[in-house]
Each structure stands twice: as structure tokens, then as C-alpha cells.
């Protein structure tokens, strides 16, 4: 089963990642990379660089960045391969550790939905 895990962050926190983060998450990512678990992943640029384009009402419009009324943006993503919903969260949690007690960010992991006989599309 794959999972998409959401990074959610503070983008007006003010940090940084480390030299010393980077090269613990290099490690961290070659490692899952290697089990077959970690099939992608990639930061977001910030939202200044964004454009949310919308539907409503029939009608499209679009607000460039940065969105100033939103305090969590989506920071990255990770796309895993995992036996299970209990095994995506274990990977997700290994993520978060490597950011140590400074950070305070999020993620939200959610199954894929796989084309099948089951497959819906949800609105």
C-alpha cells in the first residue's frame, strides 16, 4: 500500500535546517530508500513562490503567494510503501525524530487510493 505523508510546517518560524539535520536525514532517507519503503520525497519551495488556483461557482481565480492568513503550510512530502496504515505512521515518526526538540512540525499520512473495483473519487 503507498502513503502519502504531508509535512506541515511554520514557514515563518524562522528555522533552518542544520548541516548536522541535513546529513542525519540524508542517512535517514538512503536508508528507507534502500528498504524499499521511501519511493520519493522533496521539500516545498515557500509560498511566496505558490498560486492557489481555485473552482468556485463555475469560475476559476487564482492569489499568488505568500498566503499571510495561513499559519501551516505544506512544508514536503514523503511517498511510502508500507504493509500497513500502523508501519506508514512508524516511518512517518523516524522522520520527526530526526528533527530533534527544536522543531515543531506536523504530518498527515493518508492511504492512496489505488485504481480498482474500489476506486471512488470523493469530492
Not at 506541515?8 to 536508508?31: F, H, T, V, Y
Amino acid at each position: 500500500m503507498r502513503f502519502l505523508s504531508v509535512i506541515r510546517i511554520n514557514e515563518n518560524s524562522g528555522l533552518q535546517p542544520s548541516e548536522q539535520l541535513m546529513a542525519d536525514m540524508g542517512k535517514l532517507m538512503e536508508e528507507m530508500t534502500k528498504a524499499g519503503v521511501l519511493l520519493d520525497t522533496a521539500g516545498l519551495t515557500p509560498t511566496s513562490n505558490g498560486v492557489r488556483v481555485r473552482l468556485a461557482g463555475g469560475k476559476l481565480s487564482k492569489v499568488d503567494g505568500p498566503f499571510t492568513e495561513t499559519k501551516e503550510v505544506l512544508g514536503g512530502y514523503a511517498l511510502l510503501e508500507a504493509k500497513s496504515k500502523e508501519e506508514a505512521i512508524a516511518l512517518t515518526e523516524r522522520f520527526l525524530r530526526v528533527h530533534g526538540d527544536e522543531w515543531n512540525i506536523e504530518c498527515e499520512v493518508r492511504q492512496l487510493m489505488e485504481r480498482g473495483p474500489d476506486f471512488r473519487c470523493v469530492a
